[in-house]
């Protein structure tokens, strides 16, 4: 009997970048097959080539990058051999992908509402009259509270959680047959990732979706995912069922990942890899404290925080408040480290349109 032909079937893949030093091979002969509805996780530590993978699924590598060797099929069609013109159809129609950093994957200065607008324009998934009520209807489906409202925003008015969603909205808003979730969850709380997976698994299963899920969290591929493929320095060292790869790793290297999960009860030395069994805990090595033992690096105290409403008269006067002055506790080191987000970002807010206005910037 003949096997149905997978949704995706990536096989033998090598990618190389040129680099000044060389070529880099980042992939090297890897396999893995995605049928339609399934999910599939993609772990590994950093910079084993988790995204390097899915930018050649998509074709979308930076232009040092390329396909060496191997093959990508998605429904059959061979992704190295379509042309631009069919791989912009395919891009969010048919395979859309959740990049790794939110903020970035988003146009800061425009309107969330008419970047879903974009996305449905340029694939022909509303008339223009249409679009924006489609447009907050899928912001209403990822949960934005006060769609019609949020619609107007710009992702620096929206929390991490929030443009995350927004993101969801833009990967899913012209039902793609596979999402890619690139770390879909890095940078947000514990309760906010757990929602925006939970989101995600509701909105693929509904719509019969396939997904892959990269990730270095290895409880959310178990809870997640139908199968994992494990990735080490470039290749795929292990891929198979869930549930046979956290209950029974084949590879040395998927142990070893799993021993690095920290779990209840486990204590940092339990944490240690298999190969360096004498090796000191680097979170037990003291950490210098300014010289005095015991002093805190860093100390922030009665700050306060706030934003204006729309039409409040006077509201920048009151972006930022700080009281009282600094403590002179805090060392060169403590206010280096606290400047991203508290005192230059205080400072650096009048004078930053994007980080601090209401309104539209002024470009
Ligand atoms: N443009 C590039 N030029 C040269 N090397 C690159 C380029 N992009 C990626 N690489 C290399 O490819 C390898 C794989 O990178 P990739 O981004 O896929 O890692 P990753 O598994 O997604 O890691 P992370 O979990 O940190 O996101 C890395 O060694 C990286 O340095
Ligand atoms: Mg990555």
């Known amino acids: 009997?003949?096997?149905?032909?997978?949704?995706?079937?990536?096989?033998?893949?090598?990618?190389?970048?040129s680099t000044r030093r060389g070529i880099v091979r980042a992939v090297q002969h890897v396999n893995v097959k995605i049928a339609k509805?399934?999910?599939?996780?993609?772990?590994?530590?950093?910079?084993?080539?988790?995204?390097?993978?899915?930018?050649?699924?998509?074709?979308?590598?930076?232009?040092?990058?390329?396909?060496?060797?191997?093959a990508v099929h998605f429904t059959g069609l061979d992704i190295r051999a379509a042309s631009e013109?069919?791989?912009?159809?395919?891009?969010?129609?048919?395979?859309?992908m959740i990049f790794q950093n939110p903020r970035a994957a988003l146009n800061p200065i425009r309107k969330v509402g008419h970047q879903i607008e974009d996305v449905l324009e340029q694939h022909s998934q509303a008339d223009s009259s249409a679009v924006t009520d489609k447009a907050i209807e899928i912001l209403d489906q990822v949960r934005i509270a006060r769609p019609r409202e949020r619609y107007h925003a710009y992702p620096f008015e929206l929390s991490g959680g929030m443009c995350q969603r927004v993101v969801i909205a833009l990967a899913l808003a012209c039902r793609p047959q596979l999402l890619i979730a690139d770390?879909?969850?890095?940078g947000l709380d514990v309760t906010t990732q757990k929602t925006v997976m939970d989101l995600i698994v509701e909105l693929t299963k509904e719509r019969g979706m396939s997904t892959i899920l990269i990730t270095h969290d290895l409880g959310l591929a178990a809870t997640y995912c139908d199968r994992v493929a494990v990735m080490e320095k470039g290749h795929v060292v292990e891929s198979a069922p869930s549930r046979q790869i956290f209950t029974a790793p084949s590879h040395a290297y998927t142990?070893?990942?799993?021993?690095?999960?920290?779990?209840?009860g486990a204590s940092l030395r339990d944490l240690l890899p298999e190969d360096e069994p004498g090796a000191t805990p680097a979170a037990a090595v003291p950490v210098a404290t300014n010289g005095k033992a015991g002093a805190p690096l860093l100390v922030v105290e009665k700050l306060v925080k706030e934003y204006p409403r729309k039409g409040v008269a006077g509201g920048f006067k009151q972006i930022f408040q700080r009281k009282p002055a600094p403590s002179r506790r805090c060392s060169a080191r403590s206010t280096a480290s606290a400047s991203p987000s508290t005192a230059a970002r205080a400072s650096a807010s009048s004078a930053n349109p994007v980080a601090a206005s209401p309104r539209p910037p002024p470009w």
């Open 1 to 17: 009997m003949t096997e149905p032909v997978p949704l995706l079937d990536v096989s033998d893949l090598t990618v190389e970048f």
């Open 37 to 70: 509805g399934e999910t599939v996780g993609i772990v590994g530590e950093s910079g084993s080539g988790k995204s390097v993978t899915s930018y050649a699924v998509m074709r979308i590598l930076d232009r040092a990058g390329r396909i060496a060797e191997g």
């Open 85 to 96: 013109d069919q791989m912009r159809s395919l891009r969010g129609r048919e395979m859309s």
């Open 183 to 186: 770390e879909p969850t890095t």
């Open 255 to 264: 142990r070893k990942l799993m021993r690095a999960t920290p779990r209840p």
